[in-house]
């Protein structure tokens, strides 16, 4: 069972991450993660009629690639997956053809460190021997649904974000199943919604940064935990302009020089036809699943935290001139075997 301290949940037999595996289209295959990930799509259609579609397709593929890694074979009692689609449609369409028990979840680009949140709460409770947490997200799909359709020819803002084609996919296990030589979920800081009067809808890293500092202040005094006890800090998507802003936030609370890495940064790298980075669902979900915990797993880092932040707008309060409240949850990582402290 997990001990609780304020927000956070401790699991002090943390589950494990049997298994994760990551998809991308065409453009994450030019950047600099490419190798990363499992497998790059080259039609960013996946052969499909729709973008919708195809979002499915992306997310029904990692799925199936992280179960083919699982070593265990075991059953797989509840998938939780979310995207930005309405009522999160690719998933539940993924669902259709997957089969399995499906508890859909949105955070925005929060939702990959929620669903994980959850699914480990799940497996340390004893509630369940696997969970899948996952979560996807199609350029293509986004701009239709929040933005302008591509054929408009609309100009990007400096600040706006490029929401990946990507989907990653991980599964979580009990502590007692598959822990030799896989990353652990040590605790889990589900985030309380900060709205800073934000209203820019292309500026999604300045309504997001509050969340990520708030979220991760919590951890830290919950926890008693030090910025120093980690290899890396984990954002995703703040995207350049509000991973600055972070830095100045946490200046402000004496947390000057932490080791922090931003997935939205990442994944793209100097690329600056992407504005201020990538951004959705599936972004900092398949860096978690192609990139982080191949380096927990190897023994490259030893502890990370990884906070996953999320912008809940929709299309219909953005058009009412509503400001833009944002979420953040954070899930702390450890390396295979060791001991918390």
């Known amino acids: 069972m997990a001990l609780r301290h304020g927000d956070t949940l401790i699991f002090p037999t943390p589950p494990v991450i049997a298994a994760g595996a990551a998809v991308g289209g065409k453009k994450e295959g030019e950047g600099p993660l490419a190798g990363c990930f499992d497998e790059l799509c080259r039609d960013n259609r996946l052969g499909q009629p729709t973008w919708e579609a195809a979002e499915r397709a992306l997310l029904v593929r990692t799925a199936r690639l992280c179960l083919q890694k699982d070593p265990s074979g075991g059953p797989v009692d509840l998938a939780l997956a979310g995207d930005l689609q309405a009522q999160c449609t690719a998933s539940g369409y993924a669902m259709r053809e997957l089969g399995l028990p499906f508890a859909g979840v949105f955070g925005a680009c929060s939702t990959m460190a929620e669903a994980i949140g959850l699914a480990a709460a799940l497996c340390a409770g004893g509630m369940a021997d696997g969970v899948l947490a996952m979560a996807s997200g199609h350029f293509c799909a986004a701009e239709r649904q929040f ?7 609309a100009f990007r803002t400096p600040t706006a974000q490029w929401t990946a084609t990507a989907a990653g996919c991980c599964l979580l296990r009990p502590a007692r199943q598959g822990a030799a030589g896989k990353a652990q979920v040590r605790a889990v800081t589900f ?86 980075g990538a951004s959705g669902p599936g972004c900092c979900a398949s860096v978690l699943a192609g990139q982080i915990l191949p380096q927990l797993a190897a023994g490259r880092m030893q502890r990370v935290l990884f906070i996953a932040t999320g912008a809940l707008m929709s299309q219909t309060t953005f058009l009412q001139k509503e400001s833009i409240p944002a979420v953040a949850h954070l899930v702390e990582l450890t390396g295979p075997g060791r001991d918390a402290s």
């Open 147 to 153: 933005r302008t359709p591509l054929c408009y020819g």
């Open 191 to 276: 985030g309380r919604v900060q709205d800073y009067g934000v209203r820019d809808i292309t500026n999604m890293g300045a309504a997001m940064a509050p969340a990520a500092a708030a979220t991760l202040l919590r951890y830290l005094a919950d926890t008693g935990a030090g910025a120093a006890d980690f290899d890396c800090v984990y954002t995703g998507d703040l995207g350049r302009v509000g991973s600055a802003l972070l830095a100045g936030l946490l200046e402000r609370e004496g947390l000057a020089g932490l080791r922090h890495a931003d997935c939205g940064c990442l994944l793209y790298g100097n690329d600056k036809r992407v504005g201020s």
